[in-house]
């Protein structure tokens, strides 16, 4: 009998916990265990907002390919990608593949490449693929490769802009790549990731989103590339997105 009775007890105790009362005196963190807690605190507009285990969102890629010479593709990385990179690099994937429309020809011991505005052009692709492949994080060479872009000879100002930006790596480490087999090899794959679009590319600067090509996606982010990334986004929006990031009212009424 006893034994039955300290079960039912102990039964109440648990029915109690589980609709929140006990919690509701402890810290707000423990208000949002679940959605009893939160309903029976009254916090579950708070527990909504603040509940941080939610997975993140996927970050949105954003592939462009292009010539390091060719105006529009100059245009749109100064003008577009660089200033949207800056403000949501945390929600956006930027990857660059300077190919284009170049051409590719194995010479039974090398590839050799053909560029549409010249080897100059060649070069510069090759330069900012080395400095990819050398500096891995985007967030140490895309700063680098708009400054190359930004400026007014973008091959003779490389190595101006690497100093600026990364002083302790050596230039010769990057040309070493650029003359050398790795380089040739990386910018076969280039050519092969290019070949691979699906739609094939028609035009430079060639942009795709999550993988994806369209002609609205592509005036979209010309227009606009920031305005398309935060629409693409499915997370909560960062504050850069304006208008649909959490507000407060940090003001007070008299
Ligand atoms: C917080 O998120 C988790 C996982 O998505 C969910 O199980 C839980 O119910 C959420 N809490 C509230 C109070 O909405
Ligand atoms: C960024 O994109 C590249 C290639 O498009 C992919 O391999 C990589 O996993 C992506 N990284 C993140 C963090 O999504």
New binding site residues.
Partial sequence: MGYFLGLLLLALVAAKGSEGKGVCDQSPLK?????E??SACQ??QW??AS?D???PAAMVDVSLYYESLCPGCRGFLVFQLFPTWMLLSEIMNVTLVPYGNAKEQFDGKQWQFTCQHGEQECLGNLIETCLMNVLHKPSVYIPIIFCMESSEDVVNNAEACLKLYQPDVQWDTIMNCVKGDQGNKLMHANALMTDALKPPHEYVPWVTINGEHTEELQQEAMNSLITLVCKTYKGSKPAECGGSAVHHKNYCLS
Avoid: F, K, M, V
Avoid at 31 to 35: D, N
């Fill in positions: 208000w949002c265990r679940s959605q807690t939160a916090a579950e527990c909504r509940n285990t939610e997975p």
